[in-house]
């Protein structure tokens, strides 16, 4: 396929390799997948692996994504048609026989997954990355995490991110919303076991991070979407069992007398540090691998990164299962890259009464993982919404804040750093629809001179757009991909948010806690550090990379305020206002001398 860089030379594990990794794929269409095999370890490192939508078809077992969810879409139609022949009920029955051979297979004795066994497990084997210059240490980004509900039975394999604390333990950082986290407050006994795999089929990854409903088997999406049963072997101490042909396996357990560990910080795909916060410790109790074991990892942080893709191939393939089960009236549904998933959604319906957008917004705020939403933008009609150009257009036409502006509060993503509380914040819904008899009539907002949002680094008044977005002094009003970033990513739409003059307002600046309403630390940009881009720059062409390309990194270095996860914190606040009153004093001081 050609979609493969080997590097022969000595990368290290250690900002190195995250730094490459980031320049290949910030490429056009995602660049290449990388495999560094040197680490320094027994094992190679394999990067990118899915950062592309060729290479994300491919993980999947397709030619072109559109497949899958024209698959599906064959399927339910053929489950739900009226059957009126013996013919048709032949034609189920042997969809049916089909299902059943998606369904896991149980595996008795070990797995390849298991040629290696270590029952004094040692994570310095093993090549993990640490990514960004002020992550916590090093962290496993790829893990598909196993855990067991204590009730039912029922599997989940979640993706969460590990942060290795020493030779046998780690964090475990899921969520409060996430399934595994849900399984650990109902454990029945103190040791709660927990399987980790790493590599293996690419498609465990995606499902993993696929949103599926509660309680359905990965591993049965996984069975459908490569049409062969995954094969699972049981761990070898703990009652978990785990896909034969994973190149990893780290079995363990929590303990739950034991307190919470700090976890963190760590440089997330929302392109900001995720700060320091409590989670549980696992306790590794046996390490296995296959004989020729390679580590797979991904890079997150300023998009766009692998996950964009992982994310635009849901997008795709989860429409009609979200059409099914939230709204029939959705047409289509888009995720900017900039909105890093949950900031910012594009939703098209087929509208066909007043106020189905505002509908159609709360259906989506309390749908599954849709729940994390902040900015829903509604539209209908025949416009592409994946064309920047044709949805502004619709806001100029149909959108007219005072009129089709609607604020909420719900759930939002733990790692949202904007929201004033941590996992919940506002939420704003934008109708662009065009409007019904019912609703207020359209009229032509001349004022707006053909704009429909603004970004500037001073309000001005009167605004020459539908919305204005006020952004820090130091960011590239040029850099358009940057300033829808920092839109959703530094506002909360109930504290930043407000109407004034037939203009949506939006402060996307830094916060500094303990102003304006801002109770909490505010994360810093993810960058490179200057001595690591240097580094790569200076080898670049001895690790046979072709064409120079600069860090990325290099673009965000104006946003970064300090050498630290955090960006403010009040005692830059306090400090900042002594110094005003100093110089306050001073000037007052100066007057009374001249």
């Known amino acids: 396929m050609g979609e493969l860089i080997r590097i022969k030379e000595f990368v290290d594990p250690v900002l190195e390799i995250a730094e490459v990794t980031d320049r290949i794929c910030k490429q056009q269409n995602g660049g290449k997948a990388i495999l560094f095999e040197n680490t320094g370890t027994a094992f190679p490192v394999l990067t990118n692996m899915m950062g592309s939508n060729k290479r994300m078809a491919a993980a999947l077992g397709v030619d072109r994504l559109e497949q899958i969810p024209e698959r599906i879409d064959r399927l339910l139609a053929q489950v739900t048609a009226p059957y009126r022949g013996w013919w048709e009920k032949l034609i189920l029955l042997s969809q049916l026989n089909e299902a059943k051979t998606w369904l896991p297979k149980y595996k008795k004795g070990p797995g390849a997954c298991q040629e290696v066994v270590f029952m004094q497990p040692d994570l ?15 962290f496993i980004t790829l893990p598909l995490v196993h855990t067991q509900d204590p009730d039912t039975g029922q599997r989940n394999v979640g993706m969460y991110r ?21 399984h650990f407050a109902a454990r029945k006994t103190s040791r709660f076991p927990v399987a980790i795999c790493i590599g293996g089929d690419p498609i465990y990854s995606f499902c993993a991070a696929a949103p599926l409903p509660d309680g359905f088997d990965e591993y049965l999406l996984a069975g459908f979407l490569r049409n062969k049963a995954v094969t699972l072997v049981p761990c070898l101490t703990v009652g978990l069992s785990v896909p034969s042909d994973c190149d990893f396996v780290l079995e363990g357990y929590i303990e739950a007398k034991e307190g919470l560990a700090t976890e963190g910080p760590f440089g997330d795909h929302t392109g900001f540090y995720s700060l320091p916060d409590l989670y549980p410790t696992i306790h590794i109790t046996c390490l296995t691998h296959k004989k020729n074991a390679v580590y797979p990892a991904t890079i997150v942080g300023v998009p766009p990164q692998e996950d964009a893709y992982i994310a635009h191939a849901i997008e795709k393939i ?14 289509d549904m888009h995720m900017p890259v900039e909105g890093v998933t949950h900031n910012l959604a594009i939703i098209k319906i087929r509208k066909a009464y007043a106020g189905q957008a505002i509908k159609m917004a709360h259906a989506m705020w309390g749908a599954g993982q849709m729940m994390f939403n902040k900015i829903a933008i509604i539209v209908d009609g025949e416009l592409n919404i994946r064309d920047r150009k044709a949805v502004l257009e619709a806001l100029l036409k149909h959108y007219q804040p005072t009129r089709d ?7 939002l993503d733990v790692l949202d ?30 004022k707006f001179a053909g704009k429909a949002i603004s970004f500037v680094h001073a309000e001005k008044d009167p605004s020459d757009a539908l919305i204005e977005v006020l952004l820090d002094q130091t960011v590239d009003l040029e850099n358009e991909f940057m300033c829808y970033w920092l839109l959703g990513s530094n506002a909360d739409p109930i504290r930043d948010m407000r109407l004034a003059g037939g203009v949506l307002r939006i402060d996307s600046r830094t916060k500094i806690p303990g102003n304006l309403g801002v109770p909490r630390f505010w994360p810093n940009v993810v960058t490179s550090s200057p001595g690591t881009i240097k580094t790569i720059d200076d080898r670049w062409f001895k690790m046979g990379l072709g064409k120079f390309i600069p860090s990325p990194s290099l673009n965000y270095l104006s946003l970064v305020h300090r050498e630290s996860a955090i960006a403010l914190s009040k005692e830059d606040h306090d400090s900042e206002i002594q110094r005003l009153k100093e110089s306050i004093t001073g000037m007052i001081q100066q007057m009374k001398n001249d």
């Open 405 to 411: 502006t609607f604020f909420s509060r719900g759930p």
């Open 417 to 446: 750093h904007a929201a004033p509380k941590s996992g919940f914040g506002g939420k704003i819904c934008i109708d662009a629809t065009r409007k019904t008899a019912e609703e207020e009539p359209e009229t032509p907002l001349a």
């Open 124 to 138: 310095q084997r093993l090549p993990i990355l640490k990514c960004w210059p002020h992550d916590g240490g090093r």
């Open 162 to 182: 590990m942060q290795v604390f020493s030779v046998n333990t780690t964090g475990i950082h899921w969520h409060k919303h996430k399934t595994g986290a849900r």
């Open 318 to 331: 989860f429409l009609t299962p979200f059409r099914l089960a939230v709204a029939p009236e959705v047409v």
